[in-house]
């Protein structure tokens, strides 16, 4: 039974940072391309990043280019979401998946609040 659970959310000002962080079971990981998804309320969830199995391959939406960063450690069977630069359209909950997504493998998410 593959589980997902992400962590690494919380408060931040405009402009700060933080790292999102998801750990994985239940699957083979490190054969598993893998994507981060955002969602804020009464809208779909929207595609942030993804990067291959062997996280040479990153992929990332135009709002998000040049402050986000995927990456993954196979050994640890995480992924990982740097953001950087953040701003109030930010704020969502953020979800991992595999790429394409599981539609049994979401887990509850982390928030991310934006906010002065």
């Known amino acids: 039974q593959a589980l997902l659970v992400e962590s690494g959310g919380g408060l931040v000002q405009p402009g700060g940072s933080l790292r999102l962080s998801c750990s994985a079971s239940?699957?083979?990981?490190?054969?598993?391309?893998m994507s981060w998804h955002r969602q804020t309320q009464g809208k779909e969830r929207d595609l942030v990043a993804r990067?291959?199995?062997?996280?040479?391959?990153?992929r990332y939406a135009d709002s998000v280019k040049g402050r986000f960063t995927i990456s993954r450690d196979n050994a640890k069977n995480t992924v990982y979401l740097q953001m950087n630069s953040l701003n109030p359209e930010d704020t969502a909950v953020y979800y991992c998946?595999?790429?394409?997504?599981?539609?049994?493998?979401w887990g509850q998410g982390t928030q991310v609040t934006v906010s002065s």
């Open positions: 239940g699957f083979t990981f490190s054969r598993s391309a």
């Open positions: 998946n595999t790429d394409p997504p599981n539609s049994a493998y």
């Open positions: 990067i291959s199995s062997g996280g040479s391959i990153r």
